[in-house]
């Protein structure tokens, strides 16, 4: 067998609808050098701060959105980013099973100052870290969820159930790492997705690829990460 090849993808998996066209372009120059310069910020090592083509590319659907929260934050370097795609005057959710002083307290030196942020630590998995949330924010729907956490498959699925399901009909559900299959004992983030996919449409953007309708990875590949997947929250009501 030789080096797995590159393939065509259909013009079916291409029809994707048409408020996903911001996420079409590659990134550009100024995105590429926002993106970094926030990301060396954050960290251990920026030698190692590489760009996240797709993460730039969907994040655009967050511009202006007014409720955020993101479940899966530990070096808050995404939730620093996204702020500034944000309203000056968002309300945004942080989500994560354990502490990290230095990044918050970063994060919070460097927060726009119009925005209200709530930190919330605990099992994202578990209802009563869902109920601090809602406590803390109130029950008003997100413009957008991003699932970040632990990437095993049994929980991308808790965390969708219990925080994905909370956004507005105008809203996105976000998921990070969706190529990756899982490991010897455990399925991972695509196997979520594709039991996802079977009842509501789900999209993805990957690094040099137009978006489409997710699919599983056609290769195989060790340690094969990267990718966000797309949940428009007027399909998820629609599926309901």
């Known amino acids: 067998m030789g080096l797995p ?26 995105e590429i050098d926002h993106f970094l310069s926030t990301r060396k910020r954050y960290a251990t090592d920026p030698a190692k701060a590489l760009p996240e083509e797709d993460k ?18 530990f070096d808050k370097f995404n939730l620093r980013y996204v702020m ?15 502490e990290n002083p230095p990044a918050r307290s970063r994060l919070e030196s460097e927060k726009p100052s119009g925005q209200t942020y ?60 969706v190529k990756w299959e899982g490991g010897e004992n455990n399925k991972g983030v695509a196997d979520a997705i594709d039991v996802l996919q079977r009842f509501v449409p789900v999209y993805q953007v990957l690094t040099g690829e137009p978006v489409t309708h997710w699919y599983r990875p056609l290769n195989r590949k060790p340690n094969n ?13 629609n599926a309901f």
């Open 5 to 30: 090849m590159a393939f065509h993808i259909s013009t079916l998996l291409k029809r994707v609808p048409a408020d996903l066209a911001i996420c079409q372009p590659a990134a550009s120059e100024s």
């Open 84 to 98: 500034d795609l944000l309203d000056p005057a968002a309300t945004i959710v942080d989500v994560d099973i354990a």
């Open 56 to 73: 730039i590319r969907a994040f655009r659907l967050l511009k202006g959105a007014r409720r955020y929260a993101e479940i899966g934050t």
């Open 118 to 177: 709530h930190c919330i630590i605990g099992d994202s998995s578990s209802t009563e870290t869902r109920d601090a949330v809602l406590a803390a924010v109130g029950t008003d729907p997100f413009d957008a969820v991003f699932i970040d956490a632990n990437h095993v498959a049994t929980y991308v699925m808790t965390d969708f159930a219990l925080y994905g399901e909370l956004v507005s009909p105008n809203g996105y559900v976000f998921f990070h790492d």
């Open 225 to 237: 990460w990267g990718g966000i997947a797309i949940i428009r929250g007027e399909d998820l009501h």
